[in-house]
């Protein structure tokens, strides 16, 4: 199944041409080409950007047929409203920020599993705060009150967003970036070298390939 294609078509413009690198985990992903570099790894293209593999992840490539779909639209913004007594549950609040910024809903829930465990009083040693764990300057510049769990995961959601479409749908550096920052993926012009973001970013692919379709 495409899930990687299915998901970038969902968040931001649709990538084509080029081909599907195929992991021996089963997972696919689109990118622009690929060779072989010293050290058995090979190097995926996308974007403008690249990411580095060992030769054993991947089992194959297969060339990307498929006609081009145009982007889906970004739906219109909404404030986020304040609920402190909201009786939505976590999943419930991942869902509906996902159906209001256009993401698939299963990626809105595997990002806040990841981030906080689907836990609304998460707290990092780093000070990221809530259940899609924004740091106090991103809530601010979002305009929103961490605290408050729908206003957190509708920011986390609608940042998420903004990544993909700034990364042209490129899924793995819009969670490269929402883990380690933007710049660290804008440095590294790609996923950068940090365990705890390569880690991120591949137990939510996992997830992604192994949830059942919603």
């Given amino acids: 199944?495409?899930?990687?294609?299915?998901?970038?078509?969902?968040?931001?413009?649709?990538?084509?041409?080029?081909?599907?690198?195929?992991?021996?985990?089963?997972?696919?992903?689109h990118v622009d080409r690929h060779e072989a570099v010293e050290g058995g790894k090979i190097r995926l293209y996308a974007n403008g950007g690249y990411i580095e593999l060992a030769g054993?992840?991947?089992?194959?490539?297969?060339?990307?047929?498929a006609e081009p779909a145009p982007p889906a639209p970004v739906p219109p913004e909404k404030p986020a409203e304040t609920s402190p007594n909201s009786s939505a549950s976590p999943r419930e609040l991942a869902d509906a920020a996902?159906?209001?910024?256009?993401?698939?809903?299963?990626?809105?829930?595997?990002?806040?599993?990841?981030?906080?465990?689907?836990?609304?009083?998460?707290?990092?040693?780093?000070?990221?705060?809530?259940?899609m764990q924004l740091m106090p300057a991103t809530a601010r510049d979002l305009g929103v009150d961490a605290l408050d769990p729908a206003q957190n995961v509708d920011a986390g959601a609608r940042y998420l967003r903004d990544l993909l479409v700034k990364y042209d749908g490129a899924l793995w550096h819009a969670l490269a970036a929402y883990n380690a920052g933007p710049e660290a993926v804008d440095k590294y012009n790609g996923i950068p070298p940090y365990a705890e973001t390569i880690r991120y970013v591949t137990r939510i692919d996992k997830e992604l390939k192994s949830a059942p379709t919603q």
């Avoid at 968040?11 to 696919?28: D, H, I, K, V």
């Avoid at 993401?103 to 259940?131: T, Y």
């Fill in 1 to 29: 199944m495409r899930f990687l294609g299915i998901l970038l078509l969902a968040a931001g413009p649709a990538l084509w041409a080029g081909e599907f690198a195929t992991f021996a985990s089963g997972s696919r992903l």
């Fill in 56 to 65: 054993s992840q991947i089992s194959g490539f297969e060339p990307d047929e």
């Fill in 98 to 131: 996902a159906d209001k910024y256009g993401l698939p809903r299963r990626l809105v829930r595997s990002v806040m599993s990841a981030e906080s465990g689907f836990q609304p009083q998460a707290v990092s040693p780093k000070g990221a705060i809530g259940l």
